[in-house]
Every structure is written in C-alpha cells, then in structure tokens.
C-alpha cells in the first residue's frame, strides 16, 4: 500500500469512527431501540481506540517520511463553482492538530471507560454517552479542520454536547439554568466565530487556512492580511475564543458547568473543551502575528483571566469550583503565551495541564472520601495552611480580595444588570405595548394565553 | 414552455378538493381523518412526482400536458418552474405530517375538510406564476382560518382587520398595475402597495399582531399550516421581486431585518409556548426575506434554502409543541415541566427540529444559513452581523423553551404520554428530512442555486441597461443606484459580459 493511500484510509478512520458511533447510538434513541449498557460501552471503547491507533499511525507515518503537513480532501459539503463558493471539508494533519486530536482521543477514551462504571445503571446512561459521541465528533473534527468553516461546525458540536451535558440532571433546576447560563455565553462564542470566518471570506477570497495564513506550514506561516484586516478578524476570533475557554468576562459559565457528572467536568471543562479557545488561537496564529495591538490584547486578556482565576480558586469551597478556576488560570497563561509569540510551548501546556486536570478532575470524589477517611482517623479537621503569597497581603487587602473571589468579580452580574435585565425590560415593554394594541383592536381582552397556568395540569386532571 | 407528463399540478389541486367534499360529509372524525390522510399521501404522491417530472425534462418551467388536461383552462393556468418544483412536495409534506400527528384528543377541534381546501388552495398558489391569479390565490387563502375562527366562536376582529388590509392593497396594486401604463408614477405606486401587500401576509412588523392573534385564538395545526409554507415569501417573488426598483427592495430587506430582531427578542421574554413559537417563526421568516432582498445568486440561494428547511423543520418544532399539548393543555412557559422522561422521542424531535431551524451543523438549516450569511454580507455588509446576531438568539430561544418544557423538574403520570405510533412516524420522516438535507445538502443547493439565478436575471439585466444607458448619457447619476444591493459590489466589466447569460459574483480580491 503506498503511502498516500494508507494516509487516507488512517485519516479516514479517524474521522470515520466517531461519526459512525454517533449514528449508531443515535439512530438507536431515534427509533426506540436503545442499546445495553454494555453495547454502548463495547462501541464506544471500540471507536475511540481504533480512531487513536489510526491517529498514532497517521503521527508514525509523518515521523518517517518526515512530512509535515498531510491534508485529507473528503470532498465539499456544497460547491456553487460559478459563485466561487465552496464548503469543503478538508482536514489537516500537522504538526498542531496532531498532538491535539491524539491528546483528544486519549482522555475522551479515558473518560469513556471511567463514565461506563462512574454511571452505571444511572437511567441517563445512553444520554451521556450519546453526548459524549457528539462531543467527540466535534473534538475530532475541530482539532483536524483544514478550514475555517469545517473547524466552525466541530466548534458547535462542542458546545452543544457541552451544554447538554451540564444538564444531565435535567430533573433538577439548578443544573438546567446553568446549562442555560453556558448555552448562552457559546452562542455569543459561536456569533463571533462566525462572523469572523464570513469576514474571512471576504479579506481573503477562501475559508481555508492556507489561503488564510498564506504559504508555509504551522507555525512558520505567514498571513496575507494587511494589520488592520488581522486585528478586526482577530478581534472577533478573540471573543469567540474567550467564550469558549472561560476568559474574561466570560469566565462566569466554568463553576456552573461543574454541574455536570463528573466525567463530563473532566473532560469538557477541565481538560479539552476549555483549552479549545486556545487552540483556535494557536491555529489563527498567524493571523496574530500581523497585528502587535492584537497581540497585545491576548497577552493582557490571558494574564487578566490568569490573576483573577487565581484569586478565586483560592476562595472556593468546593472541589470542582476550586478545580474549574485553577483549570481557568492555566488556560490565561497559555492564550498569555501564545500572545507573546510562544507555539509549541502553548501547545505542550496545553497537553500537561489537560492530563493533569483531567487526573484531578475524576480523582475528586475519591479524594473527598480519602480526606474523611483521614479527618476521621486522626478525630480532626486538618489544618488549611495559609500559602507564601497569602502572608505577603495586608489584611484589609486580602479582604478585599477574598470579597473579590467569593463574587467571582461580579462578572455574571454585571452582565445581567446591564445586558441581561435592559434587553428583558425593553422586549416586556414592547410585549405589553402589543397587549395594549391587540386589545383594542379587538374590543376585548386578547390573550388566552393569560389564563393558562403556570404549571400545566397533567392529562388526568383535565 | 413543455408539457409534463402527466397532469400532476391538476391531480396535486384536485384530490385536495374532492377529498375536501368527501371528509366533509364523513360523520364520524376518527374516518375522517383517516380518509384525510390517505387523501394528504395521495397529494404528496402527485406533488413529488410533479417535482420529479419537471427535474427530469430540465427546462425552465412547464405545465400539465393539454392533450390530458382535466380542466380545459386549468393546465395554461397552472405551471411548475424551479422555484415552485421542490415547494409543491413541501406543501403537501407539511399538512401530511400535520394530520398525521394529530392525535384522538384533537380530530373534534381540527378541521379536516377546511384543512384539505386550504391543501388545495395553497398548491394552487404555488402552481401559479400569473400575477393576478397568485392574486386571486393569495387571498383565497385567508378564508378557512377565518371560518374555523367563526365556528370556534373565537374573537375575529384582529385577524379581520389585517387580512382584509392584506387583501384590499392586494387588489388595489394590482388594480393599478393592469391599468397604468409603464414606467409611470402609478406602477411605482402600485408596486408600493403589492409590497406592503406581502409584508403584512409576511408578519412583517409593525403589522405583525394577526400571527401572535391567530395561534391565541385557532387551533395550533391551522395557524401552523397557515404560516409555516411563507405564502407572503412566494407573493413577494411573483408580485413584487421582478418589478421592485431597489430601492424597495432595500426598505423590505431593512423592515425584515428589524422585524427579525424584534421578533427574536420577543420570542425570548414569551410566557406562553404558543406566542413563543409565532415569535420565533417570524423571526425565521423574515430572515429568509432579508435574504431575497439581496438580489444576489448566493443571498437567494441562501434564502431559498432557508425556506425549506425553516418550514420543515419549525413545523416539525410546532407539531411537537402541539403533541405536548395534546397531553398537558395549552403550555405555560413560566415554569419547568419535566417532560423528558415521559416522551423522550418527541424531547429529541423537539431539539432537533429547533436547532435545524438555528442552522445547527449537520442538519438542513446549516447550509442556508452559511449561504445567507454569506450573501446578505456581500448585499449589505453591516445586514450580516445582525443575521448571526438573530441567529444566536434564535438558537438562545429554542434551547430555552427546551429546557422549560422538557426538563427541569421530575414529572410522573399515572397515563401513558409516550409518543404514538402516528406521532412516531411523522417524527421519523422529520428527521430523516432534516438529517439528510443537513449531511448531502448539495442537490438541494444545486436547485436552489437554479431558481436564485432565475430571480436575480430581471435585476441583472436591469443594471446592465441602466449602466449601459448612463454610460451612453454621460449622466453623472451613480449607475449603482439602478443596480440591485448585490452589483453595486460587482465590476461593471463583469456585468456587462455578454457572454454571461446571468449575473455573476465578481471574484473576491
């Protein structure tokens, strides 16, 4: 087999499986024929690591013929050739996507065989996983695009499994208005991607990022777009990265996602889905380096989020909050780093820290159990010390600061005194000024809708 | 023009009425509902074989063939072009499904016979490409909301007053159109008034209350058929497109794009899930004007495409809005109702349905959205970024009413509210639609690509002549201003190509 056909059937395969386990898991809920627990399980471990051998043989190959860039055409999602518009889903293998889709598959496969005996006879269990099928696709698919528009459609895969998954409790409130509160930041996230790719279209004349980042390979390429094209595209890639890995303002949607098992926390918020602003940041990486303001910008929004994130983490009373905001530190000094020009040193952070968090992650509910264990031993809480930075702070500063943390900078706040609350006032207005004209025009009260009750009565009581 | 092969426009207006005439005089509902589906297939059945037939001839418009027509005037009258092929199957498609999934508790409210002649009369519609008669056409479909109005003894005032504006600027701008000469001040008036005509069938704000006032006050499956084909999108494409000056055409893509907005964001401080849907679908709705506003090949594909699948899939979204409350009454979107664990099927319709009509990856409303985007930003550049802004809260609105109705709170009941087997079927077919235009969207585009070229081609050849005619004058008036929003971007090199046979997308820098 030559090597560019055994290059398609790997690439192929990598992509191929989790698609395939979203259909049959899917399909399966459609048509009212769930599968075992232990099919799901058999299937599940079966894509995934077929997918990372596929992936480990995509990296051997590049290793000895010494490529470093192998792109996969599977051909495009529509083409209008007269209007010189294509979606082509073109995937690359490189130097970047290689190691992140390989550090994808390794802890979503983790996470997978943790989750089979974590949720046991949970009666979500087929859910979970179905989400866990979609997030995957979407993790694979937005680590290997080879255009701006292929790594925008795994972009909101991820954040809908995201979502879905923070609601996994779903008989509770709580864990539906947090799942809420994080579908709403992702959509502002997924706004700006958007635009910034259409935008894109635009300076560029194609989505793909050669044509993006003109010739050369990651990370040495260098973009074709004038400053002032980057730093407006990568402005808006900016907002669409800070909504997707928590950065500031955006910070406030990370503890709440804690809602979710914890499997989901670990790999969706601890570990990969967190990191994957910053890996858009590292893929439009030349992009940023037409623009210095822009560079700017990431550097001082990275280290803003890395000190707040660190006063926070220290105020938390709960594993997993603690856990989200030292998760959130880490990811503002990398967007740091990769602000200042740093490539592989962000990209070898990023693989650390998502191991080391994801062991953190699943390790907490034993680690809460071990800590009773020994409380109960010694027939004492243990000791809190305080840290070296902590005894440098004066005391009404630390106050000040712990004040801070506990608010978590009253960032959810702000946002819904001056964004949330105008936006409800102004359309409840306009709502109330539609009752007022409906009802004159009909000479009577309107709505029926009024008198519908707020819990509606179940079909026995009708 | 060519003859299809058989006459199916005739057959897809025909069984509609005379299935109508027999489910009439049917006493007994669950027969005639049973009658009305099998009458609803047989329509389906024609209308696509309609689309296949003209697919295959591959010409630009055909009609019945006249040595087999059953009416001696009906086959001149009635003709399929590439915009109305995949739109016929649709119509049928739609009140299929919305019969089907109408279950025991509901054939005593739901009309089946009205809903057949409106089947009818909304076919007609969409056959027709002759003015006057898609006219007649247009306003014949006001009248069975109407009638279930009055027989359901519901306030009709509302809906009175804005159809019968609907109607009257309809007659009177066409009145005035077939008796004032061209290029007269008349027709500019009457094009005013046709156009005002198609925004108030469209829902376009501020005349937008009769749609939150029919789903009040009729039942959920006529409002929904009522609205869900975009009757007023296909009036503004016959009626108005091909003679607007751009500057109209300007002022309704800027209206639509408002009443989107506005729309969106009512949709999102709804407390009621009925109102909460008619927000949400005129936001949809108007997004696909915006989008045929542009004038451009990309912007009309994008918002052909749009049509499609924001029909197929909010009428699947409203079907499942309706099976809930076939189970709970009417549904009240202050508090969570838990519903998932009970009908988990029609939760997963819910959400999938709602998020193809975001333009969710890997569902059918993706590509129409890409393309509208794309189209709308090269039309109006500004325009775009409120497209996506709607989008994303569309997509904040849909996932909300999710979580309110389908989660939140454990829900127990002692009946059986799993989904039925006829429910099941149209949630199948629902999917499948949405699944598969989303994963091989390209033959759909391909069509819809067709038919955008068909309508920009009046707009192209009105800029070449006018630039042509300023370049001859030596007038110093702007040649865009005569230019649709797309070719104000375009060379004038390019434009006036005589080798092109249609207005082509200048190239990007």
Redesign the interface.
Same mark, same amino acid.
């Given at each position: 087999m030559s090597d560019s056909l055994l290059f398609q059937v790997l690439g192929t395969a990598v992509l191929a499986l989790p698609a395939l386990l979203l259909a049959i898991l899917g399909i399966a809920l459609l048509v009212d024929r769930p599968w075992s627990e232990s099919a799901i399980a058999r299937w599940t471990e079966a894509s995934v690591v077929t997918a990372l051998v596929a992936a480990v043989g995509v990296l051997g190959m590049m290793l000895v013929t010494g490529d470093r860039e192998l792109s996969l055409e599977l051909g495009s999602l529509i083409a209008i050739p007269s209007e010189h518009f294509h979606f082509r889903l073109k995937f690359v293998f490189d130097r970047l996507s290689v190691p992140f889709v390989i550090l994808s598959l390794v802890l979503i496969g983790t996470v997978g065989a943790f989750a089979n005996r974590y949720l046991h006879r949970e009666p979500g269990y087929g859910r979970f996983f179905l989400f866990y099928a979609v997030f995957l696709l979407g993790m694979v698919v937005a680590s290997l695009a080879g255009t701006i528009e292929t790594l925008f459609l795994g972009w909101e895969l991820v954040g809908l499994s995201s979502a879905l998954l923070v609601a996994y409790f779903h008989e509770r409130a709580a864990p539906v208005l947090n799942a809420q509160r994080v579908w709403s930041v992702y959509r502002i996230s997924d706004a700006a991607f958007l635009l910034a790719a259409v935008a894109l279209h635009h300076v560029s004349g194609a989505g793909d990022f050669e044509s993006m980042t003109g010739t050369g390979l990651w990370p040495d390429a260098k973009a074709t777009l004038t400053s002032t094209q980057a730093l407006g595209v990568g402005l808006l890639l900016l907002l669409a990265a800070a909504g997707k890995s928590g950065l500031i303002p955006f910070s406030g949607w990370l503890p709440r996602a804690m809602e979710g098992p914890t499997p989901s926390s670990a790999i969706f918020y601890g570990a990969l889905s967190v990191h994957l602003g910053a890996f858009l940041l590292l893929r439009v990486s030349p992009i940023l380096e037409r623009s210095a303001v822009l560079c700017g910008v990431v550097v001082v929004l990275g280290l803003a989020t890395a000190v707040f994130a660190a006063i926070i983490a220290r105020v938390q009373s709960d594993v997993k909050g603690a856990l989200a905001f030292a998760s959130l530190t880490q990811v503002g000094i990398i967007v740091a780093e990769i602000g200042l020009g740093l490539r592989y040193i962000p990209l070898i952070h990023i693989i650390g820290h998502a191991c080391l968090r994801t062991l953190q992650l699943l390790r907490a509910p034993s680690l809460l159990r071990d800590y009773h264990q020994i409380e109960n031993a010694v027939g004492r809480r243990l000791e809190n010390h305080e840290g070296w930075f902590e005894g440098l702070l004066s005391g009404p500063l630390k106050l000040r600061l712990y004040r801070l943390g506990l608010d978590r900078g009253q960032f959810d706040a702000v946002l819904d005194r001056f964004v949330v609350a105008p936006f409800t006032r102004v359309f409840r207005w306009c709502d109330g000024m539609e009752r007022r004209w409906t009802d004159f025009l009909a000479g009577t009260g309107s709505r029926e809708s009024d008198r519908v009750p707020a819990s509606s009565p179940m079909v026995e009581e009708l | 023009m060519s003859g299809l092969h058989q006459p199916w426009l005739e057959l897809c207006v025909l069984i509609p009425v005379l299935g109508a005439l027999v489910v009439r005089f049917t006493s007994r509902p669950e027969s005639a509902r049973r009658r009305s589906l099998f009458v609803c297939s047989l329509t389906l059945v024609c209308a696509v074989a309609a689309w296949q037939d003209f697919e295959f001839l591959r010409v630009r418009e055909a009609h019945d063939p006249e040595d087999m027509m059953i009416w001696s005037i009906g086959g001149r009258l009635l003709v399929v072009d590439e915009l109305s092929a995949p739109l016929l199957p649709l119509a049928a498609l739609l009140f299929l499904l919305t019969h089907l999934a109408t279950l025991r508790t509901k054939v005593r409210e739901f009309s089946f016979a009205r809903s057949l002649v409106s089947e009818a009369i909304l076919l007609a519609t969409f056959s027709s490409k002759l003015p006057w008669l898609v006219g007649i056409l247009l306003a014949a479909g006001v009248i069975p909301p109407y009638l279930e109005l009055r027989k359901a003894r519901k306030?009709t005032?509302?809906y009175v007053?804005f159809m019968g504006g609907f109607v009257a600027l309809l007659v009177l701008g066409q009145a005035i159109l077939a008796i004032a000469p061209d290029n007269s001040g008349f027709s500019g008036v009457a094009v005013v008034l046709l156009t005002a005509a198609v925004l108030l069938r469209s829902g376009i704000a501020p005349v937008h209350?009769w749609m +939150?006032?029919l789903f009040?006050?009729a039942s959920f499956g006529t409002a929904l058929l009522y609205v869900s084909p975009m009757v007023g999108a296909y009036g503004l494409v016959r009626l108005v497109l091909p003679v607007a000056p751009t500057w109209v055409l300007s002022a309704v893509a800027l209206v639509s794009l408002v009443t989107a907005i %506005?729309a969106a964001?009512?949709a999102?401080?709804?407390?009621?899930a009925? !109102?909460f849907f008619s927000y949400l679908f005129l936001s949809h709705s108007s997004l696909v004007l915006v989008g045929l506003e542009t004038a451009t090949?990309?912007g009309l +594909?994008g918002s052909l495409s749009l049509w499609l699948s924001v029909s197929v899939s909010l009428t699947g979204f409203g079907l499942v809005m309706r099976c809930v409350e076939a !189970? +709970?009454?009417?549904?009240?979107l202050?508090?969570?109702?838990?519903l998932?664990?009970q009908v988990? /099927?029609l939760a997963?319709l819910f959400l999938l349905t709602g998020?193809a009509s975001i333009g969710?990856?890997?569902t059918a409303g993706f590509?129409g959205l890409?393309?509208l985007?794309?189209g709308v930003?090269q039309a109006f550049p500004i325009a775009?970024?409120f497209v996506?802004?709607v989008?994303?809260?569309n997509?904040?609105a849909v996932?909300?009413a999710y979580?309110l109705i389908? *989660? /939140?709170?454990?829900h127990s009941? *002692?009946?059986d509210?799993r989904?039925r087997p006829s429910e099941?079927i149209a949630?199948?077919i629902l *999917?499948a639609l949405i699944l598969i235009g989303g994963v091989f969207?390209?033959r759909g585009?391909d069509t819809r %690509?067709r038919a955008a070229v068909r309508l920009a081609q009046p707009h192209a050849d009105l800029g070449r002549s006018h630039l042509s005619k300023t370049q001859e004058t030596g007038s110093n008036i702007e040649p865009a201003v005569a230019l649709t929003a797309h070719a104000r971007n375009a060379r004038p090199a390019q434009l006036l190509d005589p080798a092109s046979a249609r207005l *082509?997308?200048p190239?990007?820098?």
């Open positions: - | 306030p005032r509302v007053i209350c +939150t006032d009040e006050h %506005y964001g009512m999102l401080v709804q407390r009621e009925r !109102r090949p990309i +594909t !189970r +709970t009454g009417r549904i009240s202050l508090n969570f109702h838990g998932s664990s988990p /099927g997963a998020l969710f990856p890997g590509v890409e393309l985007v794309e930003i775009g970024a996506v802004i989008a994303a809260l997509g904040l996932m909300s979580f389908f *989660t /939140g709170r454990p009941s *002692t009946i509210l989904i099941r949630v199948l *999917t969207p390209q585009v %690509y *082509t997308v190239p990007q820098p």
